[in-house]
């Protein structure tokens, strides 16, 4: 079976930076493309980073150019991180791999 745990969400000031962790279990995070995605309340469910099998990486346009997206196959965990964070980056982070997701982790960006 196919678990993922999300992490490292929490409350940053405006401008600060978080890194978001997601472990597997069950499946190489190598073996396929792994997603992470984020809701904000009241709004659907948005793409904010992608790194496929072979290491390529994509990232949503909300995030692009201040967010990096890597992988760790030692632990096999998938990082993400997000810098120059803002208020709408506020939102559940989840992870994505194949069908299974993680339970989220919550991203509050206030002052």
């Known amino acids: 079976q196919v678990q993922l745990v999300e992490s490292g969400g929490g409350l940053v000031q405006p401008g600060g930076s978080l890194r978001l962790s997601c472990a597997a279990s069950g499946r190489a995070v190598s073996s396929e493309n792994v997603q992470w995605y984020r809701q904000a309340p009241g709004k659907g469910r948005e793409l904010v980073a992608v790194?496929?099998?072979?290491?390529?990486?994509l990232y949503g346009d909300s995030v692009k150019g201040r967010s990096t997206i890597s992988r760790d196959n030692a632990t096999n965990t998938v990082h993400l991180q997000i810098n120059n964070l803002k208020p709408e980056d506020t939102a559940i982070y989840y992870c994505?791999?194949?069908?299974?997701w993680g339970q989220g982790t919550q991203v509050t960006v206030s002052s």
């Open positions: 994505n791999l194949n069908m299974y």
């Open positions: 790194i496929g099998h072979l290491g390529t990486t």
